[in-house]
């Protein structure tokens, strides 16, 4: 572990902070009335992990659960709890809310809360890539949950992928979750990678929840894209900590199964390795957890600000 | 009768129909999650959840209709039939017609649209009357939840596929629903929820409360709206609205779903066509916007027919006769 | 000028656009191989073949036109389009709005439809509504090969998502066509086939011809029909449409798709909304039964609106001036 | 080889004959325009080798390229024809013509010609029976194609059967043909047994046009689900001769192999191993192929003779 490493390691621990925060404020807006969100809180380490080795060139996709993947692609906290409120200032000027959150100068394009939609979008957006448009060598990144796998579309989106030699990385974040269905009474098998792999993909599973490995996987995975031209495939095995859109009491949830996983957030674990390994003290953390809540409350100001829509604006940007 | 909401009627409902008939299934992302009473009640058999593929939970239900089975599948938001169109579209409102006769589809398809939720225009899209154009499919959107209990109970009886969609607005609404069990609602009848001599107002879903809202209005400015509920959309009770026009020589249609080839148009279509010597002056649209759905709240608001449109709207054709100004006032 | 059949009209635009601009591609099953010329001159990336997946092919012209290509997919036979619907009415249609502007969809989808061929609905399905009714998108269904060519032109260098459909029966019928590669035909414009005073026939595709016969007809018993050919079923040219039926007060519509919120009551709709102080008589609407198309080419010919069906109906109004029988004239 | 084998090999050469002689009758009528059709020639192996296993309480789906299907499972060629013809005396009134045809009868059920429509519909066909609709112990078959495998609805379907463990026979007729477009376009493997595979299916792979070979895996196959009610797969590896829709001049088609397969036509193959086995002379084989004539010529004449639909028919059957 080198001092840059342990010096990105920190750099990540507040990011997954931040954007722990940035969600649980929204929590405690929505116990007030606020429009609804699915929170990424459990599956920071995925988001933060992957787009940490992807290029500022390089596109992504993403869904409903978009918060981690845009923040740590370093989206401005204001900008998007204000979409999530539905003024003005959110990255959509309050059109999309929560659910379909794009953010085209950060590279985060065509967010799709219809799961798969953004399956059946990436294939296309890494084809340009492929023809010329946009910078050379970049790649696409698409980031899916466990219950996208199930729709056709991923098996169309694969089998493209794989035929026409897209640069493109298929993320599958499986939480375990597809809303209020367990994947284990949708699927026979537990893995995602089984089906890719019928598709003659490269795939790596590994531990969603523990950064360094998410990291290594995507590394490896996203050189050999630049390197081939092909696809690949990621499954990150880890799991939703809170409801599906909240608010949500969890009721239908497994407490044996929920507490596991708790005791595996993945921000506890980077923290404890960071402080164990010596590489960052408690005062530094607390330091840290104070900026953040900063962060999120200069947002909340911001958001709170921001004017709704006029409504003489309600038929703009339908068409061209 | 009992007090209930629309949610609780549409449950109700379907416990009726499964204590009933012992045919009828329920298949759905989070079915059996979310009404575990009926799993206890009727086995995990008959109420199952499934894999997150709308294409193979409509699949599946047509295929089972056609073999004995009364399905009925949860596919949640109007814009996820996306997702179900061939077998919804190609298979249940075709294979009927292209067999000769062979097959017959008893099937209900569930799904919520409408604004309410800030949700947008991927879990908003009021596309009913999509369903409406395409043959071999029946479409029902009622107001009160008296009639989501009695639609939704004909509806799993009858023998062809049938749409059956919610107004998320309504979700929570209470009212008076009649507590037998056979309390059956019949398709392609439309309720008059007001009646009146000067001006027919059309709408179906949330709107009808809009209708209703300014039918009051204007009955304090002396100017009496008859409100027509079509609860059904398909069959559509075209002798019920041809006959009120006839009465009131004036129609003013509502609803939050966009205009073009919206049922607006097909109300406004068969008054021009077979109500025309009836009619005192030009017939009037007051639909939602050709734009999706936002999900701001200020935005939402804004593309909803509110009730001082309709009443202005009525008070200018009851005033200026037969005058023709432009009378088709898309929201926005 | 020169004459040929759609068909042609087509495959030129085709050429002559992918010549002009190098981010017009082409993508669907078996356009490679059927248009083995484009593939010659313009290369295998730029004329895909396809897995058989329209979910997945109109996907991926979604991002790519989002990602600065310019799409063209042929997913062959309308009712095809069912399974690319999520793609075409959530994505294309919807996600420009929701990002508040930040994507443009410039996208031609082409399909075939209409009675022809004896293939059935699940090959022959008029759903053309559907899509005019969904927000974002825009639908040409010209009636000649000059047409095919400059619309089809037009929507691949336009920025929005466009629907293309192409009547089987038109396929190949021969028509003048410009030789200029710059014959662009602008959306949202009918085109008056014949001007006449008596009354206005409204139609689009193969039905435009059966409106032409039943004018000449008229014309003979000394009734002066105006024609327009709608051509753009979305942008809609209201303006036209309008100023003729003020001129005429009289309105036939006549399609091929079913009635029920279908195109026909949508100009009705607009005629009642709009020009009803113009209106002398009912508006007529002769369109396709609420059925499935079926194959035998005995029930396929029944299905159509026939020029005699028109004749009859456009005396009717001509002669009895504003009675008000019925005039809701759909097949059987 | 036993005397009921010969027996029944000789009963099956019979059945493709007739199949073959059909659809032959049918591509001379559309020389004259009558409505083209999806011919099965090359494939009447797979049709006879797997509905020959299947009883009569089983339910069969099929799809545009249904002819051996349907007179393989016993369908009057007559009725067929005059479907094909758009007259009343068809199995579907006329109604469906070539590519739709049902025959509830024969338990061939909701053909669709919607590529992927079958396998959508097919777990709903076998649900019913596992669920006790229908008669003790049924199971369902669906044929399709490797085009259809590449709709994402395979995967869902497939997937939906596992997870419910439903008596389905995937039945997959690789013909190496998605209309125009060659298989090796559209998947990066030749085999539609390793998507299969990936959602954890028993699956076998065999040679289609050998009727023996066929047999014996569909043999296996449906012991195998009615004894566990899973589903299983088999993948029938082989070619169609003829043009994709009638007619066809084949241009596109390569020539070499073309003529591979060709000399591989199921039944040659089958008369070669009759005569070679000494379990048929030629004269035998010769009165089959006369009294397929005549049944050809026999239902081409009830075909012909069979009245158009009425025009007052053409809204029945919309609604129930
Ligand atoms: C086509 C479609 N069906 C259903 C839904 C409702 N829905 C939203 S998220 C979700 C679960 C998605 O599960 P998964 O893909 O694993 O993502 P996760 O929510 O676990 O991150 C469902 C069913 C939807 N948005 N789109
Ligand atoms: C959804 C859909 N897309 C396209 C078509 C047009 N089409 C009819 S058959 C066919 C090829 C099907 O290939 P396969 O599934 O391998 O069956 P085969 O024709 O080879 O028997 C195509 C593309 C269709 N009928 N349905
Ligand atoms: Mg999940
Ligand atoms: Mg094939």
């Known amino acids: ?320 | 009768m009992i007090r209930m909401t629309t949610a609780d009627a549409i449950h109700l409902a379907l416990r009726e129909e499964m204590q009933r008939d012992p045919r009828v299934l329920l298949m759905g992302e989070g079915v059996a999650t979310k009404r575990a009473d009926l799993v206890r009640d009727f086995g995990a058999a008959r109420v199952r959840n499934t894999p997150l593929a709308e294409a193979i939970i409509a699949g599946t239900a047509v295929g089972a209709a056609a073999s004995g089975l009364r399905p009925v599948i949860d596919l949640l938001f109007a814009p996820f039939l996306a997702y179900a169109m061939d077998a919804l579209i190609n298979s249940a409102g075709k294979l009927r017609y292209l067999s000769g006769g062979q097959f017959e589809f008893p099937l209900v398809t569930l799904a919520m649209t409408g604004s309410a939720w800030c949700v947008g225009a991927q879990h908003n899209h009021n596309l009913e009357a999509m369903f409406v154009h395409a043959p071999g499919l029946q479409v029902l959107m009622p107001s009160e939840p008296a009639d989501f209990k009695g639609l939704l109970k004909t509806a799993i009886r009858d023998q062809n596929p049938t749409l059956f969609f919610t107004d998320m607005a309504l979700l929570y609404q209470e009212g008076e629903v009649p507590q037998t069990s056979e309390h059956l609602v019949p398709l392609g009848k439309a309720a008059i929820r007001r009646v009146g001599a000067d001006l027919t107002l059309v709408s179906y879903a949330k709107t009808v409360a809009i209708c209703m809202q300014a039918a009051e209005q204007l009955h304090a400015q002396g100017i009496a709206a008859e409100v027509i509920d079509l609860r059904s959309l398909k069959p559509l009770d075209e002798a019920t609205v041809l006959q009120s026009v006839r009465k009131t020589g004036r129609l003013i249609v509502v609803h939050e779903a966009s205009g073009l080839c919206g049922v607006a148009a097909e109300i406004a279509a068969l008054a021009a066509t077979q109500a025309f010597d009836s009619l005192r002056a030009p017939v009037v649209r007051i639909t939602g916007p050709d734009a999706p759905s936002a999900s701001s709240w200020a935005l939402e608001q804004a593309a909803l027919p509110q009730a001082d449109r309709v009443v202005n709207a009525a008070r200018e054709l009851v005033a200026r006769g037969t005058s023709g100004s432009n009378t088709n006032l898309h929201i926005a």
């Not at chain 1, 694969?158 to 375990?176: D, I, S, T």
């Not at chain 1, 596991?260 to 960052?280: C, K, M, N, V, Y």
Request: charged fraction near 20%; glycine fraction near 8%; charge should be negative.
């Open chain 1, 1 to 320: 572990m080198t001092a840059t490493d342990s010096h990105l390691r920190l750099r990540q621990l507040e990011t997954m902070l931040l954007i722990r925060a940035y969600e649980e404020q929204l929590v405690e807006l929505q116990r007030n009335g606020a429009p609804g969100t699915c929170t990424s809180v459990g599956q920071e380490a995925c988001a933060v992990g992957v787009i940490d080795v992807l290029e500022s060139r390089d596109r992504i996709l993403t869904n409903h659960r978009s918060a981690a993947h845009l923040i740590a692609r370093g989206a401005d906290p204001g900008r998007l709890m204000a979409e999530v409120l539905g003024r003005v200032d959110g990255y959509c000027g309050g059109r999309s809310g929560s659910l379909h959150i794009s953010a085209q100068e950060l590279g985060v394009v065509l967010t799709s809360t219809i799961v798969g939609g953004e399956l059946s979008m990436a294939p296309g957006v890494a084809l340009a890539q492929k023809m010329g448009q946009g910078e050379p060598g970049a790649i696409t990144a698409v980031f899916f949950g466990d219950g996208a796998a199930c729709e056709g579309v991923f098996h169309e989106s694969l089998n493209l992928a794989v035929q026409w030699q897209l640069p493109l990385l298929f993320v599958c974040e499986n939480n375990q979750w597809q809303a209020f269905v367990h994947r284990r009474e949708t699927m026979a098998d537990e893995a995602i990678a089984s089906w890719a792999r019928g598709h003659g993909l490269d795939t790596q599973r590994v531990d969603g929840n523990d950064i360094e490995a998410v990291q290594t996987a995507a590394k490896d995975a996203v050189a050999k894209i630049r390197a081939t031209g092909r696809p690949q495939f990621l499954e990150l095995v880890t799991y939703r900590l809170r409801g599906h859109f909240e608010p949500d009491d969890q009721a239908y949830v497994d407490a044996a199964e929920l507490k596991h996983w708790q005791s595996r957030d993945p921000i506890h674990l980077l923290r404890e390795w960071l402080l164990g390994a010596g590489l960052a003290d408690a005062a530094a953390i607390r330091a840290m957890e104070t900026r953040v809540r900063a962060r999120v409350a200069d947002a909340l100001q911001f958001a709170q600000a921001s004017a709704w829509p006029e409504a003489e604006t309600l038929t703009e940007y339908v068409y061209a």
